[in-house]
C-alpha cells in the first residue's frame, strides 16, 4: 500500500518544520534507514530517516518550504504499486497513511492523513512562461520585486525554491514593484574604506534562530542575571597538556583546554550542589531541585554559511569520566552538530552550560544562562602576559572565566565559592587525572 511520510515532530516544542534539502527524488528506490531529508527544526538541522522500503512517488513539499508537523511530505509506493499512478492520484487516496513511520521517528500524536493545503506551486513569469516555485519561494519575489524570469530553479524538476529567490535578491536587479503594492526597501550599497560595496539585505529568520531569540529574551527577561569573574594562572595546565598530547599522539589523542575545563566543573559540583540544581515551580509553591546528574552542556557555533546558530550538545555524567572520553565526545559532538546535525537526546538535560571563545581569541565575555540551568560560565582564551609570581613580574599564562548566574538560586558567595574550587583544580591539573 502507498506511505505517507508526514513531517514529524523532533523536538518537544517543535511546531513546523522546513525541507532544507531532499535527498532522494521521485522515481528512486529507496531502503529502510535511508537519510531522504535534512529537516530544519527548532533547534537544530536533522536528518530523517525512512523506516519503510519502496519507491518514491511524489515528493509533496519543496526545498526551502516551512509545514506544519503531520503535513504529508513524501509518498511511497510499495512493491507491486505503481509510482506514477500514485502521484497522479490514482492510487494515494485509498490508501492509508502510515502513520507507524511519524511516531517512530518522534513519538509524536497522530497526524492528519491528508496533506495540508498549500499555495499552487505554478505561476507565471514576466514573460508569461509557466515556472515551477515553492510557496515560500513566490511569496519572497513577491514581496521583494524578484522577477522570475530571471531566477534559475535548484529544485527538483527546476523549481524555484527559497535559496533561488535569496540569491536573486542579493545578486540581482530589483524590478519596481507595482504601484498598488507598498514599497519595498531597496538594498543600500556601503562602501568600505577597501574599495568594495557591501549591499544591505533582509535575511529570513531560520526556525532555529527564531527559537534561540525567543528563548534568549525569555532567559533575560525572567532570570536575575548576575556576573562574577576570576583569573586562572594556567602554566602548570599548558604544561601538563601538552606533555600529555606527546605521549597520547601516536592514540590520536588530542585534548583541549576546554576538556581540562569541562572535568573541572564537573567534579567541582560535588562541592558546590546548588550550581547543578534548577527553578521549579510556580509563584507561591517555587522549589529549587538539586540535581544528582552533572551533564554538562558544551556550546558549538554553527557555520555562518549554513545559517549559522548555537547550540549545546551534552556531556551526561561528566563527572564520572575521564578527560579521553571528555575529549572523544566533544569532538564527536561538535564535528557531528556541524555536519549532520544533533539529536534531540543529545541536546537533552544538561544542568551546567560551557560556552568558550577563547579559540576565537576572545579574552573576556558573559554569556546568557541556558534555562532550565541556574548557571553558565563564559570562559576565554589563555594568553601570556605579564603576572607576579612572589617578588616578580614575569611571563605567565592567564585565563579569565565570567560565571552568569540566576540570584534566586546561587548568590554572590556561592558563585565566588564555586569558581574557586574550578580555579583550585585547573591551577593543580594533576588531580584532574585521578
Known sequence: MAIEISMPRLSDTMQQGTIVKWNVREGQAIKSGDV??????????????????????????????????????????????????????????AAPAAKAVVNAVSNA?????????????ETVDSNGARVFISPLAKKIARESGIDLASVQGSGPGGRIVRRDVEAAISGSTLRPAPASAAPVAKATPVVSSSGTKLSGEIVSLSNMRRTIARRLVESKTTIPHYQVTIEVAMDALVDLRKQLNEQLETQGVKLSVNDFLVRACALAMHKHPYVNSRWVGNTGSENIELLANVNVGIAIALDESKGG??????????????????????????????????????????????????????????????????????????????????????????????????????????????????????????????
Do not use: C
Not at 500524536?109 to 506551486?121: F, H, L, N, Q, R
Open 36 to 93: 531522504i531529508a535534512d529537516i530544519e527544526t527548532d533547534k537544530a538541522t536533522m536528518e530523517l530517516q525512512s523506516f519503510d522500503d519502496g519507491t518514491v512517488a511524489r515528493l509533496g513539499v519543496a526545498e526551502g518550504q516551512t509545514v506544519p508537523v503531520g503535513t504529508v511530505i513524501l509518498v511511497l509506493a510499495g512493491k507491486g504499486e505503481d509510482a506514477a499512478a500514485i502521484k497522479s492520484g490514482g492510487g494515494a487516496s
Open 109 to 121: 500524536p497522530s497526524a492528519p492523513a491528508s496533506t495540508a493545503t498549500m499555495e499552487s506551486d
Open 309 to 434: 546558530g548555537l547550540v549545546v550538545a551534552t556531556l551526561r555524567d561528566a563527572d564520572q569520566i575521564g578527560l579521553r572520553q571528555i575529549s572523544a565526545q566533544s569532538r564527536a559532538l561538535a564535528d557531528k552538530a556541524r555536519t549532520k546535525g544533533l539529536t534531540i537526546e543529545e541536546m537533552a538535560d544538561a544542568t551546567f552550560t560551557i560556552s568558550n571563545l577563547g579559540m576565537y581569541g576572545v579574552d573576556h565575555f558573559t554569556a546568557i544562562i541556558n534555562p532550565p540551568n541556574v548557571a553558565i560560565l563564559a570562559v576565554g582564551a589563555a594568553i601570556q602576559k605579564p603576572v607576579v609570581r612572589g617578588d616578580q613580574v614575569v611571563p605567565g599564562w592567564v585565563m579569565s572565566m565570567t560565571m552568569s548566574s540566576d540570584h534566586r538560586v546561587v548568590d554572590g558567595a556561592m558563585a565566588a565559592a564555586y569558581l574557586n574550587s574550578v580555579k583550585t583544580l585547573l591551577e593543580k591539573p594533576a588531580t584532574l587525572l585521578v
